[in-house]
RNA sequence: GGGGAUAUGGUGAAGUGGUUAUCACAGCGCUCUGUGGCAGCGCGAUCACGGGUUCAAAUCCCGUUAUCCCCCCCA
């Protein structure tokens, strides 16, 4: 008979397998505490999102919108897109839910799966899980540096250093459009230089034009003129006050004019995590900024708001990498349970089931008849004991109990058994 | 979108023109209805797919696909 030919997963996604399972286990149970403590109350959006949401928000020239989302159509004709950042689907969130009467600022976090339509490489993924937080409502200095001081804490509280925060400040709309006319001005004689994506951002996004990592690009930015010498008073207030923060909290960061980030809703602070070596593309395990334009952007009110989102699966990476010990919290049975012939089979379903009762961790193989294959599994499993209730056994209504490290066995009542097996564990 | 590497049982590897395709670990079965932690034996791979060269191909050539890595970009 031929065999069926195997299905793959699709590209750019992963399984992650039971043994894998601690370590994302160890990451949320480490964050999710010590964001309650901060304040942040968890919030789920759904997967699937209208287009439109991430068109407004992202912004149509962004790489994310204009060639990564996985979009598709309903039967009814509307265009979905599975979520490619939490940030967006948050804000949609809150102006829809009318969370805008609650006091302010809203503090809210989220986790889970979002998609991008990217060449997948180490620490890039499709399918990729991330944690976000986003405070909104507040746009004082103070909510900037509790987002990245909280970063910084998960960081090490995951066991995790050694990473710098790189931040910029945007500015916002009423600095920004001057200092975006002195980038026109300063690249305007420079545009035949520049690589073929620049002459493109050039017109769309000129900012990004700055982070580009081609040689020359990089050249000629370097003379470029920086936001941070065309902030207005009140944005350069705000960035100092925020710097002045981390100052005070002893956060490693470093200035980085060249960081612009590829959303378009960012407006004053913006930063990445990044460690101090080996920096790849793909290194940023915590990134975001201030958004104080996109609630209103979604149809809200005018509110500041600022977050980042956390790439889980770099954090994963890092804590293999650095061998971080991750406590593997599966349950381990400690007795297993050796049936021989019907009789003892039968009896042995209830005494399971009185073992599970008396939170005994323990395992059996039903299916099985050959002692020495039962007893095999059990070594393999590593337990403490192991109960053999055998055809003489069930007839004397007693069962022997074998202790695996000492190799030793005595016979005992079958109905003292949870008892002595509970006892004995204790002990 | 561009570049590089790789593809052999479930996993990890060996095999560089002629082997029933080898080994280790895991799985399953049997020896085995009464005892595990180094028992023995067995089962299990159309050598990614398609084509070509050759008396002969896992091995050489071409194409395809997939995976991994790098660039772009992001978390």
């Known amino acids: 008979m031929a065999k069926e030919k195997s299905i793959q ?26 964001l309650e403590f901060f304040g942040f109350e968890k919030i789920e959006t759904p997967i699937l999102e209208s287009t439109e949401l991430f068109q407004r928000s992202v912004g149509e020239e962004t790489d994310i919108v204009e060639k990564e989302m996985f979009s598709l159509k309903t039967k009814g004709g509307d265009s979905l897109t599975l979520r490619p950042e939490g940030t967006a689907p948050t804000v949609r969130a809150y102006i829809e839910n009318g969370l805008s009467v609650r006091p302010h600022p809203i503090k809210l976090y989220y986790s889970g799966p979002f998609f991008r339509h990217e060449q997948p490489q180490k ?14 409502g507040d746009g004082s200095e103070a909510v900037d540096a509790e987002l990245i001081f909280l970063g910084y804490k998960l960081l090490s509280s995951f066991g995790l250093d050694g990473y710098n925060v790189h931040i910029n400040s945007l500015g916002d709309s009423s600095c920004r ?7 026109k001005d300063y690249y305007k004689n420079r545009l035949k230089k520049v690589c073929v994506t620049c002459k493109v951002r050039f017109k769309t996004n000129i900012l990004r034009m ?5 040689d020359v ?53 913006v930063f990445e995590f990044l460690p101090e070596e080996n920096i790849t593309a793909q290194s940023a395990v915590i990134s975001g900024g201030r958004y104080d334009k996109l609630v209103e952007q979604l149809g809200g009110s005018k509110t500041p708001a600022a977050g980042w989102g956390m790439g889980l ?14 406590p593997d919290l599966r349950p381990k049975p400690k007795v297993f349970l050796v049936q021989l012939g019907e009789a003892a089979k039968k009896k042995s379903l209830l005494l399971f089931e009185a073992l599970r009762k008396a939170g005994v961790e323990t395992k059996s193989s039903l299916g099985r008849d050959s002692i020495k294959s039962q007893l095999r599994i059990a070594h393999r499993l590593g337990v403490k004991f192991t109960l053999i209730l055998g055809q003489k056994e069930a007839l004397d209504e007693t069962i022997i109990l074998k202790d695996m490290d000492a190799s030793t066995q005595e016979t005992i009542p079958l109905e003292k058994i949870v008892d002595e097996v509970k006892k004995r564990l204790k002990a």
Not at 128 to 135: F, M, R
Not at 249 to 261: E, F
């Open 210 to 214: 700055l982070d580009c990592k081609e």
């Open 177 to 183: 459009p001057a200092y975006i006319k002195a980038l």
């Open 313 to 326: 699966d770099r954090i994963v990476e890092a804590l293999k990498e650095k061998n971080i010990n991750v």
């Open 123 to 136: 620490g890039r993924y499709r399918q990729y899980y991330s944690i976000g937080i986003e405070t909104i």
């Open 9 to 34: 997963i699709p590209r750019g996604m992963r399984d992650i397998l039971p043994e894998e399972q601690k370590y994302w286990r160890y990451v949320m149970k480490k964050a999710e505490p010590l």
């Open 217 to 269: 690009c990089k050249e000629i930015a370097k003379d470029a003129p920086q936001m941070i010498d065309y902030l207005d008073d009140d944005c350069k207030k705000h960035f100092k006050h925020v710097l002045e923060f981390l100052d005070e909290a002893k956060v490693p960061y470093i200035l980085n004019p060249h960081l612009v980030r590829g959303l378009d809703y960012y407006t004053r602070t």
